[in-house]
């Protein structure tokens, strides 16, 4: 197997070892040079990879091709079209040009615009993204060729996630060579941001997930209560994997790597039937790229396997929810990691100076951070002791933070702690080397040692804008760095005088305590943390004058591209949730109400039955049970009834603000309503009565 693994990996990629075998060496350099130092790319150059690569492509069984972009919907688009071109003749031929390979033309209208496009206005264009490599994916329809791309339209503004991510990333090397430049870096050209997303998923029966509307129409269960057994046990956590589950993780891994993704670790995760796998570092954009590819992968090869992939943020009430941990570094083009302390981090300026942008940046843009890991399934999940609280905060470990306090203390520090000898007690056991920190996983962003954790992110986004404003919001800082100290007389005393001044101006960033608890809901409130608990009340930040400030200066969002945003994001919500209201009404009155009413009709058969048959005979338990689901089966049609009103008198004129929160205090609320009697109605109901799989059946029985 792994010289197999040696052989798969990349198969599929027209990566670079294949572009340095298939075109000329000069087309090659220069495409390179368009790949790593950002130069423009000549359209003769285009030509020539556009003719190697459909070579390829064609060898390798393929007969279209696909502009792959990603549009504000969260997950990807393509159109497809064939090689073939007809001569003069009325022959066949398999041709793509430079123009095909640079320039699609994708309807822009009939994607998420935020008022960017008109239904009239239906022109935009997709560009070849060249540092994202193209690869071929094969399914009933053929082999098909996918070219990443950029989706912009017609007048320009950005329609997609990858765009400002790419710009995001410019914008950072950019001014962290400036920083890197004042300390002697002078080899340094470029510095590449770095991501490792950890993606968490639930596997269950496909019959059984084909059973629950709620599942099909939705992702998660919009009903439910609790099995005996829940996740109470901790013994799923890294728990043995299942054959079945094995099964799919195997051909999972081997269809990643056949497209070049570093998949690395698969484990069980904390909840029944829920598991986890996660690559190793990329570059952000091919990282946004990979894990759109998982996602989408893991729902085929799940398919395959009679089983349904769920990606939702909170698919089952009562267990933990899904997430996405967001691992993100810097990396110079010379392989040096900005975010590595070395042994004598005290003594490292340049990793404390970076690291202290990333405490600025957190800080002044935490409401914006929030609202990029933000999503109506994520509601669910955070702050629900099982993810980090929507406080932004940052832990750093105990090592940092007394390096912090000593230049607070002294303008410098002197020393470091040091990881220690771990005993374990067994003589027949190794002495372990301790890390100089701990780790804390209820902290939403945590330094993990060389690295930064985003642990918000919601398990079906994309990470694309997590990134993008995390990118910025650290360029905008080094940026206002260099101004301060290029051209000063005395840089090290100019350094130690700026981090000093960082530190304490927004060491209120820093929290090393449990997450989870109340106590720090009030300390972040005195602290003046922003604490916006559900994406509606995090939508504003994206348009606030610091925001448009920010994304402007270093040309990642232009002020109309942040207001579309908004706007898209303000009707993702409502639409999301009314097509959850929707459900419910649905499910209510054509399954659980009609089952509910043969329970109890049977029920009542059975009691007179039995007095016919026993005059006399005690029949308290029949009637206690026909009681209760009788006045639950009342509740529930009251519940329906409200939720039905309440959603009819949504405003279709009103503004998608106004409307995402109508949705939010008073269509979510009475959808709680009504899941209350379904759920109490599942606990005395019998399972043959019942009309859709269980949580029992769905997490248990796989």
Known sequence: MTDKITDLFGIDVFNDSTMKERLPKKIYEALRKTIEKGEELDSNVAEIVANAMKDWAIGRGATHYTHWFHPMTGVTAEKHDSFIHFTEDGEVIMEFSGKELIKGEPDASSFPSGGLRATFEARGYT??????????????????????????????????????????????????????????????KKVNVTVGPEQEYFLIDKNKYLQRDDLIFTGRTLFGSMPPKGQEMDDHYFGNIKERVASFMKELNIELWKLGVTAKTQHNETAPAQHELAPIFSTANIATDHNQLVMETMKKIANRHNLACLLHEKPFEGVNGSGKHNNWSLVTDTGVNLFNPTKKPHENIQFLLFFAAVLKAVDLHADILRLSAANPGNDHRLGGHEAPPAIISVFIGTQIEDILAQLVKNGHATSCQEGERLNIGVHTLPWLKK??????????FAFTGNKFEFRMVASSMSIAFANTVMNTAVADVLSDMADSLEGVKDFDMAVAELLKDTIIKHQKIIYSGNGYSDLWVEEAEKRGLPNLKSMVEAVPAAITDKAIDLFGKHNVFSEVELHSRSEILYSSYSKTINIEAKTMISMTNLKYIPSVIKYTSMLADSINSVKKALPGADISVQTELLSKASSLLKDSKVAVYNLEEILSKACSKCTECEKANYYKDKVFPAMDKLRVPIDELEKIVSKEFWPVPTYGDLLFEI
């Open 127 to 188: 560009a070849w993204d060249c540092t994202s490599p193209a690869f071929l994916r094969e399914d009933a329809a053929g082999v098909t060729l996918y070219i990443p791309t950029a989706f912009c339209s017609y007048t320009g503004e950005s329609l997609d996630m990858k765009t400002p991510l790419l710009r995001s990333m410019e914008a950072l090397s950019n001014q962290a060579v400036r920083v890197l430049r004042l300390f002697g870096n002078e080899d340094v």
């Open 435 to 444: 890390d100089a920190a701990d780790r804390n996983r209820t902290s939403p």
